[in-house]
């Protein structure tokens, strides 16, 4: 007894320096996740913006950024959500947002760019295994309140025409990133008025459970955005998250929750 008692005693400390590792790596992965994020919306000339992601769990496969353009006047805006959830989800995130950042960096384009990184992520072994990424870029024209539209299998923005209280939603999607190389991505351009808003989000918004097992939904977002679009960039978004947290109330996260809200000065 004393000889099992001691090989327990051993074996319980190893799992401890096991279990305190993966913590230690755990966090290590957090932080890293944590930094490949902005550290704050950028100044674009006509719009408040504000932006966020939150992990279900210690990391996530979502994904958000701002893009600036080398000649200037306009600013991209990305969204992104990988399948899959925790590690593995936010490994493919970190590698495939190196390509959109390069392949950023040599288009203007928004559905050249969607096409060119998929190329480049579709070859990666990855997307053998049945990864993807879901990805909405929008490209803004500051001179002429444009937004240009290029999405691969990801939601579509939704649009709140301020001065007609109605919304209308962009129509052009694509396969998801990663799956198939040689894609062609359409764009759509829409004209943007003053008080406009743009939501950018994934399925941690609309598809957040509550202890039911039903789902936010997107005609509560809509309503949330319509009864609060006078509100700037920041407290819109603060009254979605707040929407959002009292609705699953006490539920554990379903999934990773990113939202970007866009409002025309």
Not at 155 to 175: C, D, N, Q
Request: net charge negative.
């Amino acid at each position: 007894m004393t000889g099992s008692l001691k090989r327990m005693m051993v074996e319980l400390a190893e799992t401890v320096r096991e279990n305190e590792r993966v913590r230690r790596e755990i966090e290590i992965a957090t932080e890293i996740q944590k930094s490949i994020f902005p550290e704050h919306p950028p100044e674009v000339a006509g719009l408040e913006i504000e932006a966020k992601s939150v992990p279900a769990k210690e990391v996530g496969g979502d994904y958000y950024d701002f893009m600036p353009v080398s000649s200037g006047n306009q600013m991209g805006f990305i969204i992104a959500d990988a399948s899959g959830k925790g590690l593995p989800g936010t490994l493919y995130m970190t590698r495939s947002r190196s390509v959109f950042r390069v392949v950023s960096s040599e288009e203007v384009s928004p559905g050249k760019i969607l096409s060119r990184s998929n190329s480049y992520i579709a070859a990666d072994a990855s997307s053998g295994k049945g990864m993807f990424i879901t990805v909405l870029y929008l490209l803004y024209d500051e001179l002429k309140k444009r937004m240009t539209c290029a999405n691969a299998g990801h939601y579509p923005p939704l649009w709140y025409r301020a001065k007609e209280k109605v919304f209308f939603e962009t129509t052009t999607s694509g396969v998801p990133v990663g799956i198939l190389s040689e894609q062609a991505y359409q764009e759509e351009t829409i004209q943007l008025d003053q008080h406009d808003l743009l939501v950018m989000y994934t399925d941690g918004v609309t598809e957040a459970k509550a202890k039911d097992g039903s789902m936010f939904g997107i005609e509560r977002l809509k309503r949330l955005v319509e009864q609060n679009s006078a509100l700037n960039a920041h407290d819109l978004f603060v009254k979605i998250q707040a929407g959002i947290k009292e609705f699953i109330d006490e539920a554990p996260p379903f999934d990773d929750l990113t939202l970007i809200v866009i409002r025309v000065k």
